[in-house]
T-cell receptor, first 113, second 111 residues
């Protein structure tokens, strides 16, 4: 089945700096890659997603890039703010895996004011 | 538009008991997914329901089961509870296999 690796597990940045989180996946049939933000005591919130026919997608300070050949995708957050502090999860969906999302292990992002 | 709602928010059970968790998807969403998130760990896929049928299940024992009702709401049942079943149980719904929306979860504690 699909396997998703996420790095780093923790990331600390200064307010205003950029943050990058990287994920790799194993199943070449995966075609949908969402990113989720989870704050303490809450469920994961979808912040951006990308489909396999697109190489890059941007939404204000957040962008995601996808390299299908290398089977990796990344989340880029620019001009980080303290409220960006949370755990971020990447995920991949493969038609071979029954349509469910396979998640990476998560990255705890801490933005220092 | 109301989001995915889960109940109860918290649930405390004794080892060996049964737990029932409930999920109401976003209106119009026919697929419901259940995930387990143990403390400090990632999300592990449990079950997928679509149009009232179980479509796929993750690597969990049979004492984890559930169902989906005609109105697309779903319940997750965990029988013979074990201490390691303590976790946050999350439900997500999606209309077309994209844009999965999660609820806030049910925190199950087994003592």
């Amino acid at each position: 089945g699909e396997n998703v690796e996420q790095h780093p597990s923790t990331l600390s940045v200064q307010e205003g700096d950029s943050a990058v989180i990287k994920c790799t996946y194993s199943d070449s049939a995966s075609n949908y890659f969402p990113w989720y933000k989870q704050e303490l005591g809450k469920g994961p919130q979808l912040i951006i997603d990308i489909r396999s026919n697109v190489g890059e997608k941007k939404d204000q300070r957040i962008a995601v890039t996808l390299n299908k050949t290398a089977k990796h995708f990344s989340l880029h957050i620019t001009e980080t703010q303290p409220e960006d502090s949370a755990v971020y999860f990447c995920a991949a969906r493969s038609n071979n895996a029954g349509n469910m999302l396979t998640f990476g292990g998560g990255t705890r992002l801490m933005v220092k004011p | 538009e109301a989001g995915v709602t889960q109940s109860p928010t918290h649930l405390i059970k004794t080892r060996g008991q049964q737990a029932t968790l409930r999920c109401s998807p976003i209106s119009g969403h026919t697929s419901v997914y259940w995930y387990q998130q143990a403390l400090g760990l990632g999300l592990q896929f449990l079950l997928w329901y679509d149009e009232g049928e179980e479509r796929n299940r993750g690597n969990f024992p049979p004492r984890f089961s559930g169902r989906q009702f005609p109105n697309y709401s779903s319940e997750l049942n965990v029988n013979a509870l074990e201490l390691e079943d303590s976790a946050l149980y999350l439900c997500a719904s999606t209309p077309w296999g994209y844009g999965y929306t999660f609820g806030s979860g049910t925190r199950l504690t087994v003592v």
